[in-house]
Structures are given as structure tokens and as C-alpha cells.
């Protein structure tokens, strides 16, 4: 089965929206939640997460938004998981995002849009060594 690299945002942990989302992933059949983890992420770390995205306009604001507070930090396995957690999330666009996704039912902003999943099996290999580096 696969593993997948989830985030929840600082939006989604000063909103008091932890149990919400960690709710839905978690009533998934076949899944199953390896490590959870309440951490504030370095530059180093978000740097290594995000470096993709460097030198694009968003890049600065999403690194000072990611480092704001805390995130919660979750490896998940399961039934087609990756693919499987971005779809519970929805589009990048909280407003395009359809009601009934994480980001569909509670955002607006597109920087502040709750929830990060990796997005390929390579992405996931390569942010679980960045977040749980020795877990695998
Ligand atoms: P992540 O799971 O966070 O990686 O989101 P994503 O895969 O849906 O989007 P992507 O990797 O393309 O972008 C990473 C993050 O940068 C997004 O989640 C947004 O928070 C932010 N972002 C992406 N595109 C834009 C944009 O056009 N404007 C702004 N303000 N933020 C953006
Ligand atoms: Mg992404």
C-alpha cells in the first residue's frame, strides 16, 4: 500500500480545525495513521518542502504563513492514500474547491488553505525523509 505526507496548515490548527480534519481522514476504510505530531516548521524544513516553489511571487508569503505557528504533522497509509487524501482536500483554490472537501468547506484564501498532502509517490518518499527522517 502507499504512505502519504500530510500537513495541517497553521490556519487549520489556529482554527481549531485538528479533530475535524484528522476525523475525515481517519473514518477512511484501509487507512491508518502511522505518526501525528504537533510541531512549528524551521526555514530549513520549509526551504526543503516548498523549494519547488522558489522564486515564484507566493514563495516568501507561503514560507512566512507555513512558519506562523504550528502544524500538524501526519504519515498516513493505505488504499491508494495519496491520491486519496488530495482528493478529501480538494483544489488549491479553497473557492474552487467543491463544498464537501477540507478546503471546499472551510477556506477562502488560497495561501490559507488547510491542509498540505503529497502529491505523487515521489513527493511522498521524498517529504516523509524531510518530516520523519529515520521513521522510514
Ligand atoms: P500543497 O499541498 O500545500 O503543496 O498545495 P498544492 O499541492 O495544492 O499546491 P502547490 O504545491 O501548487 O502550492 C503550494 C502552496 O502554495 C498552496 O497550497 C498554496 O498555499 C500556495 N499557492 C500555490 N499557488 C498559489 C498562488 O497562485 N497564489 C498564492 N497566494 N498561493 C499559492
Ligand atoms: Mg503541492
Known amino acids: 500500500s502507499q504512505r502519504t505526507l500530510v500537513l495541517l496548515k497553521p490556519d487549520a490548527v489556529r482554527r481549531g480545525l485538528i479533530g475535524e480534519i484528522v476525523g ?9 495513521i502511522q505518526a501525528l505530531e504537533l ?3 524551521s526555514q530549513d524544513t520549509l526551504e526543503q518542502h516548498y523549494g ?3 522564486g515564484k511571487p ?3 508569503p ?7 505557528g504550528p502544524v ?6 493505505g488504499e491508494r492514500v495519496i491520491e486519496g ?3 478529501l482536500a480538494g483544489p488549491t483554490d479553497p473557492i474552487a474547491a467543491a463544498p464537501g ?10 495561501r490559507e488553505n488547510l491542509i498540505h498532502a503529497s502529491d505523487s509517490e515521489e513527493s511522498a518518499a521524498r517529504e516523509l525523509k524531510i518530516f520523519f527522517p529515520g521513521l522510514f
Open 24 to 32: 475525515r481522514i481517519e473514518r477512511k476504510a484501509e487507512w491508518t
Open 39 to 41: 510541531r512549528t516548521l
Open 52 to 54: 519547488e516553489h522558489q
Open 58 to 60: 507566493f514563495y516568501e
Open 62 to 68: 507561503l514560507m512566512e504563513f507555513m512558519a506562523s
Open 72 to 77: 500538524v504533522a501526519l504519515v498516513v497509509d
Open 85 to 87: 487524501v488530495r482528493a
Open 101 to 110: 472537501s477540507i478546503r471546499g468547506d472551510f477556506g477562502t484564501i488560497v
